[in-house]
C-alpha cells in the first residue's frame, strides 16, 4: 500500500521509466551500457515507490498511553521550556526519519486537535538543535480527559520541502490515525508533561503508531 501523498509522483515515475526503457532500448546498441541504465532506472523506481509506502499499523487504542507518531530513531529525550504553546518546562521526545524510514506521522494519543498551526521556515539538517525553532514544520496538539495534551511537531529536514499536515482544529483525532506526511529525512519532536513515564531510551529504533514513547 502507498500513501495518497505519492500516488502522483509514483504514477509519473512509471511513465518516466517505461518511456526510457524503451528509448534506451531503441538508441542504445552496447548491451552492458543498456543493462546498466535498465538497472539505474529500476532502482530509481524502487526507491520512489519505498519511500511512499505505507504499512498497515495496528494501534492498541489506550488513552494513557503515547505511541510514537512516526518511524525512526529516537534522538532526543530532555526536559525543555516549550515556547509556542505551553510555554513552560515539558519533556521532549524526538524521532529522526532517515530518507529509508516510512514517512507517515500518526496521531500519538486520541482526543480533540486544539492547536494547529504551520510556520514557514529554514531547511537546516533535522538532527540541528535549533530545527525545532527555525526549520519549517507544523505544531499539533491532541488533548484526551485522561492524558491531557500532547503536542507535536513535524519539522523539515535539509533535503525535505514540503511538510503535509492534515490536522485541523476540533478535529477528532484517533491514536495511530494517519495525520500527515513529511518528504524526505526529517523528523518530529513529541512535548510531554513532566511528570510522564517515558518507556523509550536515546537510539532506540520506533515504529509509528505501535511502539509506546509514555505513558501515565
Known amino acids: 500500500m502507498f500513501h495518497k501523498e505519492g500516488h502522483k509522483i509514483i504514477l509519473i515515475t512509471f511513465i518516466i521509466v517505461i518511456a526510457s526503457f524503451l528509448l534506451v532500448d531503441y538508441f542504445i546498441d552496447i548491451e552492458w551500457l543498456k543493462t546498466f ?24 487504542i489506550n488513552n494513557k498511553q503515547v505511541t510514537s507518531p512516526v518511524d525512526g530513531k529516537v534522538v532526543v529525550i530532555e526536559e525543555v521550556f516549550e515556547k509556542e504553546y505551553f510555554k513552560e518546562k515539558r519533556l521532549q521526545v524526538s524521532v529522526f ?23 514557514p521556515g529554514k531547511y537546516l539538517v533535522a538532527w540541528h538543535p535549533k530545527a525545532s525553532e527555525e526549520n519549517e514544520r507544523t505544531t499539533v496538539v491532541v488533548e484526551n480527559e485522561t492524558y491531557g495534551k500532547v503536542l507535536y511537531r513535524q ?28 518528504k524526505f529525512g526529517s523528523r518530529v519532536d513529541l512535548f510531554l508533561p513532566i511528570d510522564t513515564n517515558v518507556k523509550v531510551k536515546l537510539n532506540e529504533k520506533v515504529r509509528g503508531g505501535e511502539s509506546i514513547i509514555a505513558e501515565i
Open 37 to 60: 541504465i535498465l538497472i539505474v532506472l529500476l532502482v530509481f523506481l524502487i526507491l520512489i515507490l519505498q519511500f511512499f509506502r505505507n504499512p498497515k499499523r495496528y494501534t492498541s
Open 97 to 119: 526519519m532517515s530518507p529509508i524510514n516510512v514517512h507517515v506521522t500518526r496521531y500519538p494519543i486520541g482526543g480533540s486537535v486544539i492547536y494547529s498551526k504551520y510556520h
Open 155 to 182: 519539522i523539515a529536514g535539509a533535503l525535505a520541502k514540503r511538510i503535509v499536515n492534515y490536522a485541523k482544529l476540533n478535529d477528532k483525532a484517533q491514536q495511530g490515525g494517519d495525520s500527515g506526511f513529511i
